[in-house]
């Protein structure tokens, strides 16, 4: 509950049995046990608000929400109405429209078009901002290792990691600290300019950053791919084409930890009908890849899915995923 969406304190009031049973029947999807137990509610003359914020912080209103969430993910996700075909015309095309849009904000808004927070826009970033930015590419790096350790997987520091969509190197530093070697990859020259830059700066001698163009056109392997709010930016034949080229070159029993939608409300896609709107806006925009295209990508390339999780990245316009897999030795 926002604080903004509070009534006044005037207009809040001594919670009853009434309210009770209301918060029983909204936050956990049940009837209360008995009288004796609703009644025990309300033994420290909670205000409505106060009981409200008791019964949506428990564990088990927590649980219930998860519940819920499950039972309309099944219901509303439908991968159907997304075209994966296209001919090499149509490959350059997409290609071309998305470089255009993030070369352009590599130049503009380069810190903006990887965390859309307005304190990243250029015209407020200040030097607090950018080190707070790059903090949270930390987090994301733990995250990763959690991940890996909930799993029953320990991070081996000798690792050598490929971050398909590095931007500005937000994770590129706490990825090198933690592991032998780092390559950042990304479509925009100006985002890498400045990645360049932070990691001279940081002293980060074991990483290295190069154009999409170079890493699609090389043969290289690594032991983790990874990528996050990267994917969903491209068209769904673009998604499909970089995860299989990633997986094909991710070394035998290596790992692949990425992020991508699959599934958003209302979406379809297919490529004449994207391609023809000639006056398309050169603006980030949200893709999604169905499920069986990831898992048949898996398999292609001979990876066994260990983790598959709603991540809650896209916000409420669908449902993104983070797949955790290991490739066959």
Same mark, same amino acid.
């Given at each position: 509950m926002n604080d903004l969406d509070r009534p006044s304190s005037s207009q809040d009031r001594p919670a009853t049995a009434f309210d009770v049973e209301a918060c029983y029947r909204t936050f956990l999807g049940r009837e209360?046990?008995? &009288?004796?137990?609703?009644?025990?509610?309300?033994?420290? /003359? *909670?205000?409505?608000?106060?009981l409200i914020d008791r019964f949506q912080a428990s564990a088990e209103a927590r649980r219930y929400r998860i519940h819920a969430a499950a039972q309309d993910i099944c219901q509303d996700q439908d991968g159907r109405g997304v075209e994966?075909?296209?001919?090499?015309?149509?490959?350059?095309?997409?290609?071309?429209?998305v470089e255009a849009v993030w070369s352009r904000y590599g130049r503009e808004e380069a810190f903006f078009s990887v965390l859309t927070n307005p304190r990243y826009l250029s015209s407020t970033l200040r030097d607090e901002h950018v080190e707070e930015f790059y903090a949270t590419g930390a987090a994301e790096v733990d995250r990763f290792m959690?991940?890996? @350790? @909930?799993?029953?997987?320990?991070?081996?520091?000798?690792w050598s990691?490929?971050?398909?969509?590095?931007?500005? /190197?937000?994770?590129?530093? /706490?990825?090198?600290? @933690?592991?032998?070697?780092?390559?950042?990859?990304?479509?925009?020259?100006?985002h890498l300019a400045l990645a360049r830059d932070r990691l001279n700066k940081r002293g980060v001698h074991n990483a290295n950053l190069r154009l999409l163009t170079d890493f699609l056109a090389a043969d290289d392997g690594y032991d983790v791919f990874f990528s996050v709010?990267?994917?969903?930016?491209? &068209? &769904?034949?673009?998604?499909?084409?970089?995860?299989?080229?990633?997986?094909? @070159?991710?070394?035998?029993?290596?790992?692949?930890?990425?992020?991508? *939608?699959?599934?958003?409300?209302g979406?379809?896609?297919e490529t004449g009908r994207y391609l023809a709107e000639i006056d398309r806006p050169e603006i980030m925009e949200m893709h999604a890849l169905p499920q069986r295209h990831?898992?048949?990508?898996?398999?292609?390339?001979?990876l066994r899915p260990i983790e598959v999780v709603p991540d809650g990245r896209i916000g409420s316009i669908g449902v993104s995923y983070s797949f955790l897999a290991r490739k066959a030795d």
């Open positions: 209360c046990e008995t &009288p004796e137990i609703a009644k025990a509610h309300l033994t420290d /003359a *909670p205000s409505v608000w106060a994966l075909t296209l001919d090499e015309v149509q490959a350059r095309a997409l290609s071309a429209q959690e991940a890996c @350790r @909930r799993n029953g997987v320990e991070p081996d520091p000798a990691v490929l971050e398909l969509g590095c931007g500005v /190197a937000r994770m590129g530093e /706490a990825f090198a600290e @933690r592991f032998s070697t780092y390559s950042g990859v990304d479509i925009s020259a100006g709010i990267v994917l969903q930016h491209n &068209p &769904p034949p673009i998604i499909h084409k970089l995860l299989d080229l990633s997986l094909r @070159r991710l070394n035998p029993g290596g790992y692949a930890c990425f992020q991508v *939608p699959c599934f958003l409300y979406y379809q896609f990831v898992f048949d990508l898996l398999a292609r390339h001979g």
